[in-house]
């Protein structure tokens, strides 16, 4: 089995991660450091969440930083506010040990622009953001993308699928013909396959992790069959079954994600809502309850858990089948990160039979039925 220094991860990042207690590379890590160390390469890389991809892209662009010049070297772009804050604490522990600091800033929505203003006046290599505050800092010229030499992309289908592609052009344009584009992504639907043969060079590096699945292999998918009557009861057997596991309850709808949580709270459940609608102090204080294990169950709709990443959650359960079959690979893709094992659970109504099929041919994955 290789190791980071087999890779060419230099000793002071090698004893960060051991620190951090990662100490095998994962697939897309053994596959991607390398040639982003060695070659000066555009980069697509397929991978499903929760397989390491931050550290795939943050140890070669950390190893490129020339902290000699105080300049943006590397951009970051992630679909949301918690993303770019998680890979931004991420880069900062991985240069623990090193001896020139690197600088990283985040820049996010829901947020004071004022404040991240003031932040870019002090000295930054690397800037993390979400597509459409990094627009509003180029349009006040309160940003110089001038000396990027790299752009990642990170959960790039998630970006685009939450309405950020012409952001994503827009920055895309502004940035140095000469950089180099890594995009990372769990999916390829169609509007990415137009971001990548316009943006990113022909000759570029191609890699996908597990072709065979798209979708974790630690993850064990099962559907339950019932009725619409009693399908809150349903929920509630397969719930009392975990009483003692930490997971995430999918919805359709914002409507739906606020019935169903408080159907559960008011049963005594230790539930709480992620939806389009909360003022962003509400969604961060449900956020550090869920992160801080003080809240056991999270009921979201899919844009608003767009970006979530959160050690030990036991499962997912898919109350309602997501509208679009990528959001079922982002949906599991919540549960069984870093290696673990997880459960993704659908509970159906037997009018939705065919559309387990239709899940199981296009991800190559066995859903298989299980009762309460």
Known sequence: MSTFKDLGVEKNYVKSLKELGIKNPTQIQKETIPILLKTKTDLVGLAQTGTGKTAAFGLPLLQRIETSKNEVQTLILAPTRELVQQIKKQLFKFTKYNVNKIFVEGVYGGEKIDIQLKNLTRPTHVIVATPGRLIDLIERNAINLSAIKTVVFDEADEMLSMGFKTDLTTILST???SKQTWLFSATMPDSLKDIVSKYIKPDATK???????LVNENISHFFIETNLPVKVDTLIAVLEEREEERGIIFCRTKAGTQALTKQLQDLGFNAAALEG???QRDRDKVMRAF???SLQMLISTDVSARGIDVNNLGFVIHYQL???LEYYTHRSGRTARGGKRGESIAIILGNE?????E???ALGIKIKQKTV
């Open 322 to 324: 997501p509208e679009h």
């Open 277 to 279: 609608d909360m003022q």
């Open 291 to 293: 992160k801080n294990t």
């Open 175 to 177: 940035t140095p013909k």
């Open 207 to 213: 890699l996908q992790v597990n072709r065979e699945s």
């Open 353 to 357: 039979r065919k559309r387990i099929t």
């Open 359 to 361: 899940i199981e041919t």
